[in-house]
């Protein structure tokens, strides 16, 4: 990363990073997170005051922008927040928790719980089904890790599942699953996927029967060496792996399977704001920060992290 990518004044002053937080939350305005009141809202200065601390003249309750946000409570300046921020946010594979501890100069506990709230924002609320009429999607599953209740052994069952659907075109959706039968994973596609959508798979039996779910399902057989045929493939998703791969075996080498969702979220996020999209590093860094709000996680014990 270039030095000049973290050149901007809110990323080294904490009144302008509280200033470049309040302008994303509140676009119209201080809005009071107690009741929700925008006006007689006023700013409460002196020695003593908090940053950014702000005085709501209904309930009469103090507050920063930070409250009702995975930021709230942190005693860690909101400056080396928005760097954590952009550090995650625009390093394709991830950043791990040492390099942010390294880089910004706070306990490689304080960087491991940064980053674990910032995945947690950026993990999505938004349901909207994938594809539709003339829309191909495309479904895998990967392994990835290993269960910490079972030995390494042949084959995958050791290993935890990862099912993805993407859009071509469009976006990516993961989900940390129990396992890869058609039980496991064929609900899910039917929550997720439009019926007017075109699916793509390999040729794994769990896949078999999706055309009575969807307008039409083809499929590669990889067992025999195909990989492509016109537009039956699931090169895209392959190529998400890849990268979900290097980044979990290259830069977090381990992940307990309590945290995986929140991974997955975090390659799902990157992958779903790309510049391909149209969005650029900042942009993209904005929209997780959009994400930070009514959502906390706390300390669950050493290095534990509990929603």
Same mark, same amino acid.
């Given at each position: ?6 050149? /901007?004044?809110?990323?080294? @002053? ?13 676009? @119209? ?10 006006? *007689? ?19 009469? !309750? ?41 880089? #910004? ?5 304080? /960087? ?23 829309? #191909?999607? &495309?479904? @895998? ?19 935890? /599942? ?15 699953? /129990? ?22 798979? @390999? ?25 492509? !045929? ?15 791969? !290097? ?9 307990? &399977?309590?945290?995986?969702? !929140?991974?997955?979220? &975090?390659?799902?996020? *990157? ?16 929209? %997780?920060?959009?994400? #930070? ?11 534990? %992290?509990?929603?």
């Amino acid at each position: 990363m270039s030095s000049s990518a973290l050149s /901007a004044k809110f990323f080294h @002053d904490e009144a302008a990073a509280y200033e470049k937080l309040e302008s994303l939350l509140w676009p @119209d305005g201080p809005v009071c997170p107690r009741c929700g009141c925008m006006d *007689r809202i006023t700013v409460v200065s002196g020695k003593t005051a908090r940053m950014g601390l702000k005085r709501c003249g209904h309930c009469k !309750r103090q507050f920063t922008v930070t409250v009702g946000t995975v930021f709230e409570s942190s005693h860690v300046k909101l400056n080396l927040w928005l760097q954590a921020s952009h550090m995650l946010c625009t390093s394709k594979k991830g950043m791990s928790s040492h390099q942010i501890h390294r880089t #910004i100069g706070v306990t490689y506990r304080t /960087a491991w719980f940064m980053t674990h709230r910032l995945r947690e924002a950026m993990r999505s609320g938004e349901f909207v089904p994938f594809g539709g009429n003339g829309n #191909i999607v &495309e479904v @895998d599953e990967t392994f990835i890790g290993q269960k910490e209740d079972m030995p390494k052994r042949r084959g995958f069952a050791h290993k935890h /599942a990862v099912l993805s659907l993407v859009e071509r075109g469009g976006r990516v959706r993961s989900f940390h699953v /129990a396992g890869t039968s058609a039980a496991h994973l064929v609900p899910i596609l039917r929550a997720n996927i439009s019926k007017e959508t075109a699916v793509m798979t @390999d040729e794994a039996g769990q896949y078999a029967h999706l055309n009575k779910d969807f307008a039409s399902h083809e499929y590669v057989n990889h067992g025999a060496g195909e990989y492509g !045929r016109g537009e039956v493939h699931t090169n895209t998703l392959e190529g998400f792996y890849s990268i979900f791969k !290097r980044g979990m075996k290259g830069i977090y080498q381990h992940c307990g &399977e309590r945290h995986l969702h !929140r991974y997955v979220a &975090e390659f799902d996020f *990157r992958y779903n704001n790309r510049i391909t999209l149209g969005i650029n590093d900042a942009e993209r860094t904005d929209r %997780a920060l959009k994400g #930070i709000v009514g959502k906390r996680l706390t300390y669950g014990g050493p290095y534990g %992290a509990s929603a």
